[in-house]
């Protein structure tokens, strides 16, 4: 994956073709989408954008400060389980366990409401999607 940056902008990932003649392969990653083209359009969107890791490592240097080492390692693993844990690769996943470790499962916010997984841009094949992630193409 390449990055593209333009003078005086922030540089965003994503923008340049995947595939093997220049152009994107939408059979094993669907069509294009437009939000990830667009620049950000306020300083404050990076903020936004890395607003839960920067309280993750907040979190874990207070539990390091008063438990010790073992508890922000301890719960490090028990994110990293709860990522893990997919659905296929052409389905959304809700990653339930990992709000309810984080705290977010009782909680309604902007994303919740805005963030419908059938009006997603993203559509492809159900058996090339699961070749693909397993390596078989």
Excluded: W
């Excluded at 902008?9 to 989408?33: I, K, M």
């Excluded at 389980?81 to 709000?99: C, G, H, T």
């Excluded at 090339?128 to 193409?137: A, D, N, P, S």
């Amino acid at each position: 994956m390449c990055v593209f940056s333009l003078k005086d902008s922030v540089p965003v990932a994503g923008l340049c073709p995947q595939g093997a003649y220049g152009v994107q392969d939408s059979l094993r990653s669907g069509f294009t989408s437009i939000k990830n083209e667009l620049l950000p359009s306020h300083p404050l969107e990076l903020s936004e954008k890395n607003f839960q890791p920067n309280q993750d490592k907040m979190n874990f240097s207070t539990l390091r400060s008063i438990q010790g080492l073992h508890a922000p390692l301890k719960l490090q693993m028990e994110y990293r389980a709860a990522r893990q844990i997919q659905r296929l690769p052409f389905l959304q996943s809700s990653n339930l366990a990992l709000d309810t470790l984080r705290g977010n499962d009782e909680s309604i916010g902007f994303e919740d409401i805005l963030n419908d997984p059938f009006q997603s841009e993203m559509m492809g094949e159900p058996h090339i999607m699961v070749e693909y992630q397993l390596g078989l193409l």
